[in-house]
């Protein structure tokens, strides 16, 4: 039996770069939509390519307000976008990727700034 293997991808952002909420002219949404993709793209190259994987978006943050986790899931999307650029998989669809739902974690202020981070788990 082998070892699957796992992942921690670190982003450039505090806060979700796409929500469900936003609302914006859709030339503005695309431009951030390949934004995202090309960072999720840079950042996942050093991984190699997966048969099949596990995805979770984690939003890391430093206060109590309510937060509505499926609010982020386009961000998700866009960066599981990016892996598929990337050429972990061929595309991301359930028989290539697993998108697990997003999860908000509170951590202390000591921790740092507010970040997202992206779990990929090889399957």
Request: hydrophobic share 40%; net charge positive.
């Amino acid at each position: 039996m082998s070892v699957k293997q796992s992942w921690l991808i670190n982003f450039p952002y505090e806060r979700p770069p796409l929500t469900s909420n936003q609302r914006m002219h859709w030339g503005q949404k695309m431009t951030l939509t390949r934004k995202v993709r090309r960072v999720a793209a840079k950042e996942s190259a050093h991984i190699p390519a997966l048969g099949k994987c596990r995805v979770q978006l984690v939003w890391l943050v430093l206060d109590n307000r309510r937060r509505d986790v499926d609010n982020v899931v386009p961000t998700l999307k866009a960066m599981c976008d990016g892996l598929v650029d990337a050429g972990l998989v061929p595309d991301d669809t359930p028989e290539y990727m697993m998108k697990l739902m997003p999860v908000i974690h509170k951590v202390d202020r000591e921790f740092g700034p507010a970040k997202l981070q992206l779990i990929i788990e090889e399957m």
